[in-house]
């Protein structure tokens, strides 16, 4: 039976939070998008089920176990699943909920088995400023991209969006759009509109208007806001202007991309889209960098390890900058803010970072993840107080 991938956006990650009958199974492994690398993928996938097996039987019967472990290995049987992954994977499943989220980042192996979902590698994707979605439009498709600066991926639009103006409009569709042929082809060119009649021409405006009106109202309501990406439009040159008129989307970005995206590679049009996305995400670390060290001035912002855990188990820190890829061994005591270094190899012992950013989350201050090129300091983290 093939396995439903989910979206992973903030909504499920909340989810995810909630508190959820256990035990809860976590489960994460980096993963390969080609052959020959993929093929290993499965069997490692089969080695962390066999570890979450070892814990369930510590504490569950046979029967149970084999009931929480069941659609893990539906998912360890599903040769499609395997031949279509990106570069990591999360699968986290419990005795109601089970979900399975394919990354654009590779993620460090574990499987765990506890009382809540270990889900601080997902909040960590999430939080990397520098992903992006890309919608791709024309008369004859409608798709959409995400991605960022490494790599581009076309995903499942939700079933709300329509896919095509023919989908769309149906049988409201005008006399001059019944053959969509009399618009831009499937390429990058487009073919001259022929009309007879000015009202004719009058009406297929009106079709290309409302058509984008439910494009832009469905990417809006399903895709935007649930991941807050900015949105580049990838369309013929004559639509843009039409589409930018009638969309209530904020995420969508007023540099676009004038060409049909079929007309150009994956990779291509994930060059193109990062050479749009750049100078933004370049000015948001730049702006992230001044506003830290502003408030640090001020004597509101602080990159001391100890002083940060203490203001943000206090409610106070508003943003908070945490360097990619960097570990602190340790933990912390989310109620008064004390730390305690540890070994990270010992596996019980979790990330600071992460617990920070976790921690800073629940309190309603914002968490983001920057490069260690372009973090203000050299501690790992940076964090601006409310108060």
Known sequence: MPQKKNVLTIDSLAELALV??????????????????????????????????????????????????????????????????????????????????????????????????????????LQSIDRYQVLGLSFRKVQLFE?????????DPAPEVPLTMIEALGAELTEPHQTVASYGGVGGGSRPMHHSQGGKKDEADIDAERFFRAVDRAVLEHSSRPSGLPLILAALPEHHHLFHRVSQNPLLMGEGLMINPDSLTVDELRQRAWQVVEPQYQSRLAALADEFMAAKSNGLGSDDLEQVAQAAAAGRVSTLLIEADRRIAGRLDGVTGRIEIADLSHPQVDDLLDDLGELVSEMGGRVMVIPAGQMPGQTGLAATYRH
Not at 69 to 88: Q, V, Y
Not at 101 to 111: C, H, I, K, N
Not at 147 to 155: A, F, K, P, S, V
């Open 20 to 125: 959820h009958q256990p035990p809860c199974l976590s489960l994460y492994q980096p993963t390969h998008r080609c052959s020959p690398e993929n093929q290993q993928d499965p069997i490692r996938f089969g080695n962390l089920v066999k570890e979450l097996e070892a814990s369930l039987r510590q504490t569950y019967p046979a029967a149970q176990t084999r009931l929480l472990l069941e659609p893990f290995e539906d998912l360890a049987g599903d040769p499609d699943f395997w031949n279509h992954t990106l570069d990591g994977l999360a699968v986290l499943g419990g005795p109601s909920l089970f979900r399975v989220f394919q990354l654009q980042r590779p993620v460090a192996e574990l499987a765990v088995v506890a009382d809540s979902f270990h889900t601080k590698p997902l909040r960590r994707f």
């Open 147 to 155: 991605g960022n600066r490494d790599t581009l991926d076309e995903i």
